[in-house]
């Protein structure tokens, strides 16, 4: 099993045409994704790489189930793309945009809350079940997405699309491989953080650990952990921090929107003694998440 | 990025809120002048964009024209928290009868933006939730839906005021909502608001930060407030090198080579991308590297913008040898940083195979990568050494040469 995504997912991409988003559809489609077309305004009747375009989301969903949108637009398009996606009844947006100011993410996360949809990102890579289906630029080809990204019972998030990719690729020299890995934004405010994707993991019999990259900044790792604490299956979970040097910044910005530390909850070192009070492994290395991780499944 | 006491105050008195009359001076002389036309007691307090002002001796009281001169100069010279003042506020001293508290910011828990009210202003608002919860109200506020007087009123309510007052401090909060959202604040604060001896109500002292992403879509505002693009804001002011690493990452839109920000080691690195960065730098000091610089490169950047971040950083004085590393890329090429970087070390004077103390980025296009790389003898690793190996490698060449 999986979870969001599995190799029957029907999905488009809303800006299909853009350079990066015609890129995307190539891998989506050599990698065995199950995408349907895509929108750009202006340009309905056109094709990429065979999948047709659409001026419009509706023109897609009056006729046939869409179960998720790649949002693919510049930052001063995202949020009415967005909504265009939600209110067309799509149940799974993954937005790619980086820099969209936190109001307008806040709108969007808000109305998807209504619709009983769910964001990942903005500022990510995407979600990939390995084998089934990948939603995203995550891991680029489909032959380097392979490579990097063995089917298996670990799932990973990550605050970081290009450390999900070197996680990924640390699970598979080890001989563990992925359930679904997602890339869940490098912003402040995000769809889904690691307490809101949780309980789908843990509803996932075939997922049996959990790999976490985090970061200075934020409440994400705090709240992972009450999540932790309450749950009751107890998965077990390896993170890893980074960004350790950033505690004796307060106020500068590295990485990430979402980094900087604005008090003490937001260091590294709060959020390590959070996490290991939850129970939760917290290592020094990448490397070190797949050892710790066979440990504690057998 | 942080607005000055003065910018805030402006903002607020677009938006119909009770500010003090006065002004801002940039010499003892315009402050005496001010001093003369408000005709009573003042104070005189720093526009620096750091806190603790009163306690660092960045705000002071003056009854006479004479240290009104005085204490501006000594304002003026004075740094707070490593940072320069760009001039000082002369305000009338007011008559206060109460103090009051009045913020808004995101609660990235809820997603939503949270109104902070308390009828104990003037100290740190942390310690009066902690002390006295009761004296403090939050209120949650709706992305989507228009937000009207209610919410405001609801905060207020909540800390026990009622009457006159009760509507006199919804209007203010209502204000500062509107302010917030209208210009894309991650922080609005009035602190304190104050209740002078006549029952009015007037913001003493404001605070707000605009989100940097945001900043394009408020530039008549900006330009209201004379704040020019160079002007970042940022918690330091950047350097020279900062501001050269970000016009290289400037010359075109593709990928980003840049973000660097300045360390005082030997070992320049360039790294990337926004995760693998805050990893890899880790890693180097763990090692017992000393850094030259932070820089992220990722998104593919262009030959051209890689060879000069490598020029920059490799010509840094103090620079002894650079290391290049990235997580396993998906997006970048790696053939073509490993070209861009060359030509940077050798544009800049130097043998790639002397200033390089390895490269590790594995992932798409490596093979044509590694085949430069050979021609020019740079030590490389694959994916099969991990990050942290890989910065120990670097850092322990450095230590070598010693």
């Known amino acids: 099993m999986s979870i969001l995504i599995d190799e029957g997912s029907k999905f488009i991409i809303q800006g299909i045409t853009g350079r990066e988003a015609v890129t995307m559809a190539k891998e989506l489609i050599d990698y065995g994704s199950k995408l349907v077309g895509g929108v750009t305004p202006g340009k309905k009747g056109r094709e990429v790489h065979g999948v047709p375009v659409e001026d419009t989301v509706k023109a897609f969903t009056d006729n046939q189930k869409i179960d998720g949108s790649i949002i693919v637009v510049p930052p001063a398009f995202t949020t009415d793309a967005v909504m265009e996606a939600l209110d067309a009844g799509i149940k799974l947006i993954v937005v790619v945009t980086e820099r969209i100011p936190r109001k307008q993410v806040a709108q969007f996360v808000e109305f998807a809350q209504q619709q009983n949809a769910r964001i990942i990102g903005p500022n990510c890579l995407g979600i990939i079940s390995p084998g089934k289906s990948k939603m995203g630029g995550i891991g680029g080809s ?3 997405t392979k490579r990097a990204f063995v089917p298996g ?21 080890s001989g563990l ?11 402040v405010i995000i769809g889904s953080s690691y307490a809101e994707l949780m309980p789908l993991f843990d509803q ?12 200075p900044g934020g409440r994400a790792e705090i709240l992972l952990a009450e999540y932790v604490k309450k749950s009751n299956r107890k998965l077990p979970i390896v993170a890893f921090m980074a960004g350790k040097f950033m505690d004796a910044m307060p106020g500068m910005r590295f990485g990430h929107a979402g980094t900087i530390v604005e008090g003490k909850a937001d260091t590294t070192e709060e959020k390590i003694i959070r996490m290991q009070e939850a129970g939760i492994t917290v290592v020094e290395r990448i490397e070190e998440i797949p050892m710790k991780l066979k440990e504690l499944i057998s | 990025m942080r607005f000055y006491e003065y910018e805030s105050k402006q903002v607020l008195k677009k ?3 009770t500010i003090p009359s006065g002004g801002i001076a940039t010499n003892p002389d315009d402050a005496m002048k001010i001093h003369k036309e408000l005709n009573c007691e003042v104070v005189i307090k720093s526009q620096v964009l750091s806190g603790g002002r009163m306690k660092a001796g960045g705000v002071k009281f003056s009854a006479n024209y004479e240290t009104t001169k005085k204490y501006t100069e000594e304002i003026l010279a004075l740094t707070i928290n490593n940072l320069k003042p760009v001039c000082v506020i002369v305000e009338p001293k007011s008559g206060i009868s109460q103090e009051y508290y009045a913020a808004i910011t995101w609660d990235g828990v809820e997603k939503k933006p949270v109104l902070i009210f308390s009828d104990m202003g003037g100290i740190d608002i942390e310690e009066v939730a902690e002390k006295y919860p009761s004296h403090v109200s939050r209120t949650h506020l709706s992305n989507l839906k228009p937000i009207y007087d209610y919410s405001a009123k609801i905060a207020v309510s909540n800390v026990g005021i009622t009457g006159k007052d009760l509507n006199s401090l919804s209007r203010m909060l209502k204000g500062l909502i509107d302010i917030f959202n209208k210009y894309d604040l991650t922080l609005a604060e009035i602190n304190p608001i104050a209740k002078l001896n006549d029952g009015s109500f007037i913001a003493l002292d404001g605070h707000m930060d605009m989100e940097a992403e945001a900043r394009n879509y408020h530039q008549d505002l900006l330009t209201e407030l004379n704040i020019n693009k160079e002007d970042t804001r940022q918690s330091r002011p950047p350097t020279q090198f ?17 973000n660097v920000t300045e360390f005082s080691g030997n070992l320049g690195l360039i790294i990337g991308a926004g995760g693998g960065s805050l990893t890899l730098f880790d890693a180097v000091t763990n090692a017992g590297g000393k850094p030259a610089n932070y820089c992220e490169i990722g998104g593919n950047p262009s030959v051209k913008k890689t060879a000069e971040l490598t020029k920059l950083i490799v010509s840094k004085p103090g620079v002894e040898k650079i290391a290049v590393m990235m997580n396993v890329v998906s997006n970048t090429r790696v053939d ?11 544009e800049a004077g130097f043998k790639p195979k002397d200033k390089i103390t390895i490269f590790r980025i594995p992932g798409s296009w490596e093979e044509e990568g590694f085949k430069i790389l050979n021609k020019y003898e740079v030590e490389y690793v694959d994916r099969t050494v991990s990050m942290y190996e890989a910065a120990n490698i670097s850092v322990k060449k450095m230590q070598e040469e010693q």
């Open chain 1, 204 to 215: 996932d019999n075939d997922t049996k650990g959990i790999a976490i990259y985090s970061e």
């Open chain 1, 153 to 173: 019972n670990i799932g990973i998030m990550s605050r970081s699309g290009g450390m999900t990719v070197e996680i990924a690729n640390s699970l598979s020299s």
């Open chain 2, 242 to 258: 900062e501001i050269d690493g970000a016009a290289v990452d400037a010359q075109d839109t593709r990928g980003v080579a840049g």
């Open chain 1, 177 to 187: 491989g992925v359930s679904t890995a997602i890339s869940i934004g490098g912003d």
């Open chain 1, 142 to 144: 489909a032959e380097a």
């Open chain 2, 336 to 346: 073509i940083v490993a070209r861009g970087v060359i030509k940077g070390v050798i």
């Open chain 2, 15 to 17: 938006f119909n809120i």
